[in-house]
Protein backbone atom coordinates (compact mmCIF):
# COMPACT_ATOMS: atom_id res chain seq x y z
CA UNK A 1 0.00 0.00 0.00
CA UNK A 2 1.42 3.30 -0.85
CA UNK A 3 0.78 6.24 0.97
CA UNK A 4 1.06 9.87 0.51
CA UNK A 5 1.08 12.82 3.07
CA UNK A 6 1.27 16.63 2.00
CA UNK A 7 2.98 19.09 4.36
CA UNK A 8 3.29 22.52 4.61
CA UNK A 9 1.70 26.07 5.89
CA UNK A 10 -1.93 26.47 5.03
CA UNK A 11 -1.55 30.24 4.44
CA UNK A 12 1.01 31.93 2.25
CA UNK A 13 1.13 35.76 1.76
CA UNK A 14 0.84 36.99 -1.75
CA UNK A 15 4.37 37.04 -3.32
CA UNK A 16 6.14 34.51 -1.44
CA UNK A 17 6.90 31.17 -2.47
CA UNK A 18 4.71 28.75 -1.55
CA UNK A 19 6.36 25.20 -0.36
CA UNK A 20 4.76 21.54 0.22
CA UNK A 21 6.24 18.13 0.73
CA UNK A 22 5.01 14.88 -0.01
CA UNK A 23 6.04 12.21 2.14
CA UNK A 24 5.99 8.74 0.18
CA UNK A 25 5.84 5.12 2.48
CA UNK A 26 5.17 1.67 1.46
CA UNK A 27 6.73 2.65 -1.91
CA UNK A 28 10.54 4.38 -3.77
CA UNK A 29 10.64 7.90 -5.57
CA UNK A 30 13.05 6.22 -7.65
CA UNK A 31 11.11 3.45 -8.73
CA UNK A 32 10.32 3.35 -12.51
CA UNK A 33 7.79 4.68 -14.53
CA UNK A 34 5.51 6.62 -12.02
CA UNK A 35 5.43 10.70 -12.33
CA UNK A 36 5.38 11.73 -8.93
CA UNK A 37 3.06 14.63 -9.17
CA UNK A 38 1.50 18.08 -7.33
CA UNK A 39 -2.11 18.57 -8.29
CA UNK A 40 -4.24 20.99 -7.16
CA UNK A 41 -7.67 22.42 -7.28
CA UNK A 42 -9.18 26.06 -6.91
CA UNK A 43 -12.23 26.23 -4.91
CA UNK A 44 -15.63 25.56 -7.02
CA UNK A 45 -13.09 24.60 -10.12
CA UNK A 46 -11.68 20.87 -11.47
CA UNK A 47 -8.26 19.37 -11.13
CA UNK A 48 -4.96 20.86 -12.35
CA UNK A 49 -1.71 18.99 -12.57
CA UNK A 50 1.27 21.13 -11.86
CA UNK A 51 4.04 19.01 -12.36
CA UNK A 52 5.96 16.20 -11.81
CA UNK A 53 9.41 14.63 -10.73
CA UNK A 54 10.63 11.00 -11.93
CA UNK A 55 12.42 8.44 -11.06
CA UNK A 56 15.44 9.87 -12.52
CA UNK A 57 14.69 13.32 -10.98
CA UNK A 58 13.95 14.82 -14.06
CA UNK A 59 11.03 17.29 -13.92
CA UNK A 60 7.83 18.09 -15.90
CA UNK A 61 5.76 20.64 -15.30
CA UNK A 62 2.65 22.77 -16.65
CA UNK A 63 3.35 24.95 -19.14
CA UNK A 64 1.64 27.96 -17.97
CA UNK A 65 3.30 27.40 -14.48
CA UNK A 66 6.72 26.65 -15.47
CA UNK A 67 8.22 29.54 -14.97
CA UNK A 68 6.76 29.55 -11.04
CA UNK A 69 7.11 26.01 -9.85
CA UNK A 70 10.19 23.71 -9.06
CA UNK A 71 9.76 20.29 -8.04
CA UNK A 72 12.94 18.74 -6.29
CA UNK A 73 13.16 14.93 -4.50
CA UNK A 74 14.95 13.86 -1.43
CA UNK A 75 15.46 10.26 -1.64
CA UNK A 76 17.10 9.26 1.95
CA UNK A 77 13.44 10.70 3.28
CA UNK A 78 11.28 9.22 0.03
CA UNK A 79 10.18 12.90 -0.25
CA UNK A 80 9.36 15.85 -2.85
CA UNK A 81 8.96 19.11 -2.67
CA UNK A 82 6.62 21.39 -4.61
CA UNK A 83 7.66 24.85 -5.00
CA UNK A 84 5.57 27.95 -6.25
CA UNK A 85 6.93 31.21 -6.34
CA UNK A 86 5.51 35.10 -6.60
CA UNK A 87 1.76 33.25 -5.34
CA UNK A 88 -1.58 35.38 -5.66
CA UNK A 89 -4.76 34.63 -4.21
CA UNK A 90 -5.54 32.87 -7.49
CA UNK A 91 -3.17 30.22 -6.50
CA UNK A 92 -5.52 29.22 -3.31
CA UNK A 93 -6.36 25.90 -3.72
CA UNK A 94 -6.54 22.24 -2.07
CA UNK A 95 -2.85 20.63 -2.92
CA UNK A 96 -2.65 17.20 -3.74
CA UNK A 97 0.56 14.65 -3.98
CA UNK A 98 -0.53 11.75 -6.18
CA UNK A 99 1.38 9.04 -8.15
CA UNK A 100 0.64 8.71 -11.56
CA UNK A 101 1.45 6.10 -13.48
CA UNK A 102 3.39 7.11 -16.88
CA UNK A 103 1.36 4.51 -19.58
CA UNK A 104 -1.77 5.13 -18.45
CA UNK A 105 -1.65 8.65 -16.72
CA UNK A 106 -3.72 7.10 -14.23
CA UNK A 107 -3.38 8.57 -10.74
CA UNK A 108 -4.06 5.36 -8.57
CA UNK A 109 -2.55 6.95 -5.23
CA UNK A 110 -3.36 9.87 -3.88
CA UNK A 111 -2.50 12.43 -0.60
CA UNK A 112 -5.16 13.61 1.49
CA UNK A 113 -4.56 16.72 0.37
CA UNK A 114 -4.05 20.11 2.01
CA UNK A 115 -5.45 23.56 1.53
CA UNK A 116 -3.41 26.38 1.19
CA UNK A 117 -4.63 29.66 0.89
CA UNK A 118 -2.89 33.15 -0.06
CA UNK A 119 -3.82 35.95 1.52
CA UNK A 120 -2.23 39.14 3.53
Known amino acids: QVLLQESGPGLVKPSQTLSLTCTVS??????????WSWIRQPPGKGLEWMGA???????YYKPSLKSRTSISRDTSKNQFTLQLSSVTPEDTAVYYC????????????WGQGTQVTVSS
Open 26 to 35: GGSITTNSYF
Open 98 to 109: ARVEGTTWYAGY
Open 53 to 59: IIYSGNT
